[in-house]
């Protein structure tokens, strides 16, 4: 039985994870994600799906962030009907994570109609609404890892812990059966090994062939040792210099990592000399998610975070759940620590912050993920000198630090050695990467293991 592969999505960019497998006159989509970055690229969504959305049979989804899940509303409305398989915790994160994108979808629509009307333009109408996101809900049949699930006949997945976020997922499909069998591995995003808060990433040991993300492929984060000092480090120059400090944090993964290291360093960063404002009502959302999955922690995590959750730690935390909240915070000068979303600054409540901020030499602003390209965070990271904030232009004298050991991801090592656990070195196809990291993890792979590898090119396929 010939399997074919197409990818329609991060290939050759970071976002809009989406790949189709037709295998036997069926059809099975792995992940359906939302492009994110410049406005041009976000636009992108709204294209139609390069495939009839009634014509797959069922989604696997990797894991719950947006750039992997949300097109899922838009798939469902254009007529997709079958099944969504995905881990338990990554159903339970999508249904806070895509209500909140409808809501965002619904705002940036109000928003962009109100000057449509003042130039007599047509009204335009929000991506999804929350009803798309309701019906995509329903669609949902969550799983366990190491649970196995025939999906459509003769293609059977498994799912094994990724690493990256609670839920996410190494995607294993079995194709047909018998000596005939082969094995499709799909990373997903891949996590990394020794991080707090959840188990290191699986390693599989066979398969026919896999598909890896190379997000961080032309580069090594720093040793977590190195990381606890960096972050201490600008915490105290931030104390001595009297400002705030934000952190555009993702509200899935990361927020929750924060406030791991935060409660397990309280004493040795001298925490309680900050007001510690977690300021994103999804990210709250997700901390309760990931504290009804305390089971998928690493062992020596969990009763720190059940102390954590009790409110036995941190005692300086505040969570901001209104907006009236949330704006209180634009008179504090100093002492100040806000986490706020959006992570790559592309819109969220880290926007108003960064607007009173951003401009005064005593902040500073720590960058603690992946900041894709057209992102103000992007902009900060490569040292914009100025940055536009709702039609004004700011100068940015805050302290721009980037913690690149916090990222979720796994580094250029970090996936060589994931893909070196498949001891039968198989076909290798890279996506989920701008080009740069890709070339330098396929020159890399290549010259250290002999790997047979590719990058993946959009609308391009493999059969296996
Ligand atoms: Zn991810």
Redo the contacts with the bound molecule.
């Keep these: 039985m010939k399997a074919t592969l197409t990818f329609h999505g991060a290939a050759g960019e970071v976002t809009g994870s989406c790949h189709l497998l037709e295998v036997g006159g069926r059809r099975v989509l792995l992940d359906c994600g939302l492009i994110q970055g410049g406005r041009r690229d976000e636009a992108r969504n709204r294209d139609a799906f390069p495939f009839d959305p009634a014509s797959i049979d069922a989604v696997v989804l990797s894991?719950a962030?947006i750039?992997?899940s949300g097109r899922l509303p838009l798939l469902v409305r254009s007529g997709f009907t079958g099944p969504i398989h995905a881990h338990s915790a990554t159903a339970d994160l999508c249904r806070i994570m895509l209500r909140d994108a409808a809501y965002l979808q619904e705002k940036d629509a109000q928003w962009e109609n109100r000057k449509r009307e003042r130039k007599g333009l047509k009204p335009v109408t929000p991506l999804y609404t929350n009803h798309d996101v309701e019906a995509a809900m329903e669609r949902f049949e969550p799983m366990e890892y190491g649970d196995v699930r025939e999906i459509v006949p003769d293609v059977r997945v498994h799912l094994h812990d990724a690493g990256?976020?609670l839920g996410?997922s190494l995607v294993e499909l079995t194709i047909g059966r018998g000596t005939k069998k082969r094995t499709l591995v799909f990373s997903g995003?891949l996590g990394r090994s020794g991080m707090p808060v959840l188990q290191d990433p699986e390693v599989i040991p066979k398969a026919d062939r896999v598909v890896m993300e190379g997000t961080y492929g032309d580069r090594l984060h720093r040793g977590w040792e190195e990381t606890r000092a960096e972050l201490g480090e600008v915490l105290e120059e931030a104390v001595a210099r009297e400002g705030n400090v934000l952190v555009p944090s993702f509200a899935v993964g990361r927020t929750q990592e924060l406030l791991f290291l935060f409660a397990k360093h309280f004493k040795e960063w001298r925490l309680d000399r900050w007001r510690i404002y977690l300021d994103s009502p999804l990210a709250i959302d997700a901390t309760e998610v990931y504290g009804r999955h305390v089971g998928l922690f690493d062992e020596a995590s969990r009763p720190l975070w059940v102390r954590l959750q009790n409110g036995a730690l941190l005692p300086n935390l505040h969570l901001n759940h209104t907006a009236e909240e949330s704006m209180a915070l634009n008179d504090i000068r100093s002492g100040a620590l806000i986490i706020a979303g959006s992570g790559m600054c592309s819109g969220g409540r880290i926007m108003h912050h960064l607007k009173h901020n951003v401009w005064r030499p005593e902040c500073h602003v720590v960058i603690t993920g992946f900041q894709a390209r057209g992102t103000l965070g992007r902009a900060l990271v490569d040292g914009a000198k100025h940055v536009r904030l709702w039609g004004e232009t700011m100068r940015v004298k805050a302290r721009v630090h980037t913690i690149g050991g916090l990222s979720?991801h796994a580094d250029q090592a970090g996936l060589t050695h994931w893909y070196a656990g498949f001891t039968n070195r198989p076909p290798l196809t890279l996506v989920h990467g701008e080009e740069d990291a890709l070339d330098a993890l396929s020159a890399h792979l290549k010259r250290m293991l002999k790997a047979p590898v590719a990058i993946a090119t959009r609308g391009g396929s493999v059969t296996l």
Aim: hydrophobic share 20%; proline share 0%.
């Design positions: 894991h962030h750039d992997h990256h976020i996410s995003d979720a």
